[in-house]
């Protein structure tokens, strides 16, 4: 269970503040599968990172499991991050100077009885569709490749929770269609996931769509 | 070849104290390096048996390269100068004709601050029957005495050159940890604690001014190497390598310092890295 309660998060711009989160209570419940939607610049990235604590909110409280994330210290937040959550994000995020065997098992070096075993690597790799990448670079993957592996590694840990920010973005409707398919079946296995996307027929396939608009979100989709 | 006396010689003594550890013996001789052309062989090695005027003398020493006369030498004890000498009329083909007791020479290492032409007055006016000689200048205090005062300000130079590398290579890394804001962030994405980015940071600057001190003085060593010989032809004074237990402490003393420099200088980047917001590190990295 993930829950916002008037979590905030404002910035500094030129001088004036702008809110990119602004005081969003919310609950996400396990085993649910959300789709946050909103035009550019509404705060659907800032606030999949508050649920994932990648970033402090300025105010409010974010919780996950009914602990207050922010309350961890360093170690048990990083733990957190490794062992409960899986991040897919809107760009590459495969660290260049490793293969994408070892961008899968990065993770599971850092979690608790982590399964960093080439075997397993290889079984998410197989899962995703790209098993004959294991030893490519990400430099030598296309895009839906790219993502693809790094849908992988946020698999590597067994996560409760899957946080991608446009996932699909820029690629191709067959890849996207295969990615969509990867999440339907995590989602029917009881993990929780929580979806940033700009396209509605992608968030048709959620079982709740939440709207971002101006850091504020509402629930439903807008018309 | 020259008869000298172990415990009081100033030539080679130091020499003998560091490397052989125990007394020259009769029957033993150090030779210069390159006393073997004249032995008409590759190379001296300890060991090796040599005969002059019909006396056996086992190796036991071969000095480095100075580029003075010493590279000639062969250095005996005067009691096996005497021997050979005794001997030589039966055993060698011309007779070598020292008596027992007799020197050609005494060298007298006169004080620092002490005037040469005073010491040499005084012997000729007190020791009746001796030529005095003088070294036209004595490179070897001159040159002790010029670098008793280059010391202070090379110390200064270097510690300005450390402070210089490290703010440069701190700046370095500060680059390095801005350029790798993203990789940074997602890493703390994936599980990464503060600690393990910190490590990380570190580890990177010590392995970079661990290879550049590997590299520093290898260079080193090699330019040194290469010019030794020139520095004692033109100088006029012996060139050696400072005993081993000295090397072997300058050059871990000189890893550790570029180690420390390593840590000192990535301290500062290494704690910005650790304290980036993985989100912002992502997004400001993109």
């Given at each position: 269970?993930?829950?916002?309660?008037?979590?905030?998060?404002?910035?500094?711009?030129?001088?004036?503040?702008?809110?990119?989160?602004?005081?969003?209570?919310?609950?996400?419940?396990?085993?649910?599968?959300?789709?946050?939607?909103?035009?550019?610049?509404?705060?659907?990235?800032?606030?999949?990172?508050?649920?994932?604590?990648?970033?402090?909110?300025?105010?409010?409280?974010?919780?996950?499991?009914?602990?207050?994330?922010?309350?961890?210290?360093?170690?048990?937040?990083?733990?957190?991050?490794?062992?409960?959550?899986?991040?897919?994000?809107?760009?590459?995020?495969?660290?260049?100077?490793?293969?994408?065997?070892?961008?899968?098992?990065?993770?599971?070096?850092?979690?608790?009885?982590?399964?960093?075993?080439?075997?397993?690597?290889?079984?998410?790799?197989?899962?995703?569709?790209?098993?004959?990448?294991?030893?490519?670079?990400?430099?030598?993957?296309?895009?839906?490749?790219?993502?693809?592996?790094?849908?992988?590694?946020?698999?590597?840990?067994?996560?409760?929770?899957?946080?991608?920010?446009?996932?699909?973005?820029?690629?191709?409707?067959?890849?996207?269609?295969?990615?969509?398919?990867?999440?339907?079946?995590?989602?029917?296995?009881?993990?929780?996931?929580?979806?940033?996307?700009?396209?509605?027929?992608?968030?048709?396939?959620?079982?709740?769509?939440?709207?971002?608009?101006?850091?504020v979100v509402t629930e439903g989709a807008a018309d | 070849m020259v008869g000298i006396d172990p415990e009081t010689?100033?030539?080679?003594?130091?020499?003998?104290?560091?490397?052989?550890?125990?007394?020259?013996?009769?029957?033993?001789?150090?030779?210069?390096?390159?006393?073997?052309?004249?032995?008409?062989?590759?190379?001296?090695?300890?060991?090796?048996?040599?005969?002059?005027?019909?006396?056996?003398?086992?190796?036991?020493?071969?000095?480095?390269?100075?580029?003075?006369?010493?590279?000639?030498?062969?250095?005996?004890?005067?009691?096996?100068?005497?021997?050979?000498?005794?001997?030589?009329?039966?055993?060698?083909?011309?007779?070598?004709?020292?008596?027992?007791?007799?020197?050609?020479?005494?060298?007298?290492?006169?004080?620092?601050?002490?005037?040469?032409?005073?010491?040499?007055?005084?012997?000729?006016?007190?020791?009746?029957?001796?030529?005095?000689?003088?070294?036209?200048?004595?490179?070897?205090?001159?040159?002790?005495?010029?670098?008793?005062?280059?010391?202070?300000?090379?110390?200064?130079?270097?510690?300005?050159?450390?402070?210089?590398?490290?703010?440069?290579?701190?700046?370095?890394?500060?680059?390095?940890?801005?350029?790798?804001?993203?990789?940074?962030?997602?890493?703390?994405?994936?599980?990464?604690?503060?600690?393990?980015?910190?490590?990380?940071?570190?580890?990177?600057?010590?392995?970079?001014?661990?290879?550049?001190?590997?590299?520093?003085?290898?260079?080193?060593?090699?330019?040194?190497?290469?010019?030794?010989?020139?520095?004692?032809?033109?100088?006029?004074?012996?060139?050696?390598?400072?005993?081993?237990?000295?090397?072997?402490?300058?050059?871990?003393?000189?890893?550790?310092?570029?180690?420390?420099?390593?840590?000192?200088?990535?301290?500062?980047?290494?704690?910005?890295?650790?304290?980036?917001?993985?989100?912002?590190?992502?997004?400001?990295?993109?």
């Amino acid at each position: 269970m993930i829950e916002l309660k008037a979590a905030t998060r404002t910035y500094q711009s030129g001088g004036s503040t702008i809110s990119a989160v602004d005081s969003v209570s919310l609950a996400v419940a396990k085993g649910e599968f959300v789709a946050v939607v909103g035009h550019s610049g509404s705060g659907k990235t800032t606030l999949v990172s508050l649920m994932g604590g990648l970033t402090r909110p300025t105010a409010g409280k974010v919780l996950i499991d009914g602990i207050d994330i922010w309350e961890l210290n360093n170690i048990e937040l990083a733990q957190l991050r490794s062992e409960k959550i899986g991040f897919c994000f809107q760009f590459s995020s495969l660290m260049p100077t490793l293969d994408c065997m070892d961008n899968v098992r990065l993770p599971a070096s850092f979690a608790r009885g982590g399964r960093g075993d080439p075997g397993h690597a290889m079984e998410l790799l197989e899962t995703v569709g790209v098993p004959d990448k294991a030893r490519a670079y990400p430099s030598e993957l296309s895009g839906g490749q790219q993502r693809r592996v790094a849908i992988a590694r946020a698999l590597v840990n067994d996560p409760q929770i899957i946080l991608a920010d446009e996932p699909t973005g820029d690629l191709d409707e067959s890849t996207e269609a295969d990615i969509m398919e990867l999440f339907e079946g995590l989602h029917r296995k009881g993990v929780t996931i929580i979806m940033v996307t700009h396209s509605r027929i992608l968030a048709s396939k959620a079982q709740r769509i939440l709207t971002m608009n101006a850091g504020v979100v509402t629930e439903g989709a807008a018309d | 070849m020259v008869g000298i006396d172990p415990e009081t010689d100033f030539t080679i003594g130091p020499w003998l104290r560091e490397n052989l550890d125990r007394p020259l013996r009769d029957d033993e001789i150090i030779v210069g390096a390159n006393a073997h052309i004249f032995l008409g062989k590759s190379e001296s090695k300890p060991g090796d048996e040599e005969y002059f005027y019909g006396k056996k003398f086992t190796v036991v020493g071969v000095l480095d390269q100075t580029g003075i006369g010493l590279d000639d030498a062969g250095f005996v004890t005067i009691p096996a100068v005497y021997d050979m000498a005794k001997g030589s009329d039966n055993n060698a083909m011309r007779k070598l004709d020292i008596q027992p007791g007799e020197v050609s020479a005494f060298l007298v290492n006169v004080d620092a601050d002490a005037s040469r032409a005073e010491v040499a007055k005084r012997i000729e006016l007190e020791v009746p029957g001796v030529a005095v000689v003088t070294s036209k200048e004595l490179m070897s205090s001159s040159v002790a005495r010029q670098l008793e005062t280059l010391t202070p300000g090379l110390v200064y130079i270097g510690i300005g050159f450390w402070i210089i590398a490290v703010l440069l290579i701190g700046a370095l890394f500060s680059m390095i940890v801005n350029e790798r804001r993203r990789e940074l962030g997602l890493l703390q994405a994936v599980g990464a604690t503060r600690r393990y980015i910190f490590s990380l940071v570190m580890l990177e600057a010590v392995e970079l001014t661990s290879i550049g001190g590997i590299v520093g003085l290898s260079v080193g060593a090699i330019v040194i190497l290469a010019i030794k010989g020139v520095i004692a032809s033109s100088m006029g004074i012996a060139y050696l390598w400072p005993g081993t237990a000295f090397i072997a402490t300058f050059t871990v003393g000189f890893l550790l310092m570029a180690v420390i420099t390593g840590v000192v200088a990535a301290l500062y980047p290494a704690l910005v890295a650790s304290r980036l917001e993985p989100y912002q590190a992502i997004r400001t990295g993109e």
